[in-house]
């Protein structure tokens, strides 16, 4: 295995954490073990940020330390690979279905620095009290007003580091999603400095991944690997 950023390995063109919870799989990923370690595979084509590293991330905002808050979990696909990821953190995991929620919490049964929280994040300030302070804001929400909501909680929480999965189709079904992104892009640099914006074809068609900095704004750890 090579370490390709902090808790990310590479072999074989395919990408892997060590698993948190041997033995554990939580989507039907593949399970190997290396020099007596365990590793799970993670699938870009289920998981975004998988995507977003195997089309060339450069700066990855997340480290064994890092406390996330992420918004639309899920089921916890890619919540459970960082929270392979961020051993010694914490995740805010911010949830709006309650069918996945209740896979959810079976996940945080065996990892207990995930936080669930059943909660609308277009709401921040519902669940303001429950979440402390964080180091990385990460969005995958499919909804019109994606770009709005991963504002109001980048104001509330102020993270060092932000990451947004935009789906264009989600914003407008009938314009280009290049202009889509574009626009995103813009009203999000009047704001933040867009440190990488990356598309996430042909794992995830339409969507692409925006790294977001908050240049004075971060109170906790603000170097990417
Ligand atoms: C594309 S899925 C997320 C997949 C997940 N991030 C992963 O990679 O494993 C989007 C999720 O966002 C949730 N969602 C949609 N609107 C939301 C909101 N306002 N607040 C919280 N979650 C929301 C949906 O219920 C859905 O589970």
């Known amino acids: 295995m090579r370490q390709c950023f902090p808790g990310v390995f590479e072999r074989g063109g395919k990408l892997y954490t060590k698993n948190r919870v041997p033995g554990q799989q939580v989507y039907g990923e593949t399970l190997v073990v290396e020099d007596g370690v365990e590793y799970r595979s993670w699938n870009p084509y289920k998981s975004k940020l998988a995507a977003a590293i195997m089309n060339g991330l450069q700066n990855f905002p997340l480290s064994h330390c890092s406390t996330v808050l992420y918004l639309g979990a899920a089921t916890g696909t890619t919540v459970s690979h960082l929270s392979d990821i961020a051993t010694q953190g914490l995740i805010y995991a911010v949830e709006i279905a309650s069918g996945a929620m209740r896979k959810l919490l ?44 991963f504002c109001k909680n980048m104001a509330l929480f102020r993270p060092a580091w932000g990451m947004i999965m935009v789906k264009a189709r989600s914003i407008d079904v009938g314009r280009h999603p290049h202009h889509i992104f574009r626009e995103a892009e813009r009203s999000l640099g009047q704001l933040y400095h867009v440190q990488e914006s990356v598309s996430l074809d042909p794992y995830c068609r339409d969507h692409r991944a925006l790294l977001i900095r908050s240049p004075g704004l971060g109170q906790g750890k603000d170097k990417a690997a």
Do not use: F
């Not at 079976?106 to 929280?117: D, Y």
């Not at 609308?120 to 519902?126: E, F, I, N, S």
């Not at 990460?138 to 909501?149: E, L, M």
């Open 106 to 149: 079976l996940l945080c049964r065996s990892r207990p620095h995930l936080v669930p929280i059943l909660g609308d994040a277009g709401k921040p300030r519902t669940y303001r009290a429950q979440v402390g302070q964080v180091d990385l804001l990460y969005q995958d929400i499919a909804q019109r007003d994606q770009v709005d909501i």
